[in-house]
T-cell receptor, first 112, second 112 residues
Framework: DVKVTQSSRYLVKRTGEKVFLECVQDMDHENMFWYRQDPGLGLRLIYFSYDVKMKEKGDIPEGYSVSREKKERFSLILESASTNQTSMYLC???????????FGPGTRLTVT | QKEVEQNSGPLSVPEGAIASLNCTYSDRGSQSFFWYRQYSGKSPELIMSIYSNGDKEDGRFTAQLNKASQYVSLLIRDSQPSDSATYLCAVNDGGSQGNLIFGKGTKLSVKP
């Protein structure tokens, strides 16, 4: 079974704080993704990575950065958290040869 | 802008009935189609993949694909209250990156 884990299920941060969200997968997947999900807006792709040290902007990268130093780990960084970044953050991974994405449990982030 | 459209619902069916969930997509280059189930407060879970025109059955679930009409559907036979969830349709972006484009989901409620 594919296992994707995320560092926190719930997180509360203050405006202006730097926030790190961690994602780890144990299936040797090449590709990893960060999404946010908001009511009425669906899933929106923030960043993705096809390989170690590689990153690509998704549809809404503003205010975020990512890091992929190891194949199994993909981190999302909010440089200076703002209230409009309050959301459910979902990490996903897949094999390079497949389109099937597998999601982690999600992190519900609240910025106050 | 490539899109995946779903009726947001809620779709309400009685227990034991057939639930029919529909999805249309705009990118004729899409070749891979997926259904995810998402319980409230949880992350999406992949439940069906379909790649060829026609039907694919897996237990109580049947996915149907019609590429000419750019239409994908999911049928759930003998619906159970535990099937109550939001169902997300996803198709691969026919461009070079091949990421998934997600619909906003249809909320299904199965009444006992």
């Amino acid at each position: 079974d594919v296992k994707v884990t995320q560092s926190s299920r719930y997180l509360v941060k203050r405006t202006g704080e730097k926030v790190f969200l961690e994602c780890v997968q144990d299936m040797d997947h090449e590709n990893m993704f960060w999404y946010r999900q908001d009511p009425g807006l669906g899933l929106r792709l923030i960043y993705f990575s096809y390989d170690v040290k590689m990153k690509e902007k998704g549809d809404i990268p503003e205010g975020y950065s990512v890091s992929r130093e190891k194949k199994e780990r993909f981190s999302l960084i909010l440089e200076s958290a703002s209230t409009n970044q309050t959301s459910m953050y979902l990490c996903a991974s897949r094999l390079a040869k497949s389109y099937e994405q597998y999601f982690g449990p999600g992190t519900r982030l609240t910025v106050t | 802008q490539k899109e995946v459209e779903q009726n947001s619902g809620p779709l309400s069916v009685p227990e034991g009935a057939i639930a029919s969930l529909n999805c249309t997509y705009s990118d004729r280059g899409s070749q891979s189609f997926f259904w995810y189930r998402q319980y409230s407060g949880k992350s999406p879970e992949l439940i069906m993949s379909i790649y060829s025109n026609g039907d694919k059955e897996d237990g109580r679930f049947t996915a149907q694909l019609n590429k000419a009409s750019q239409y994908v559907s999911l049928l759930i036979r003998d619906s159970q209250p535990s099937d109550s969830a939001t169902y997300l349709c996803a198709v691969n972006d026919g461009g070079s990156q091949g990421n998934l484009i997600f619909g906003k989901g249809t909320k299904l409620s199965v009444k006992p």
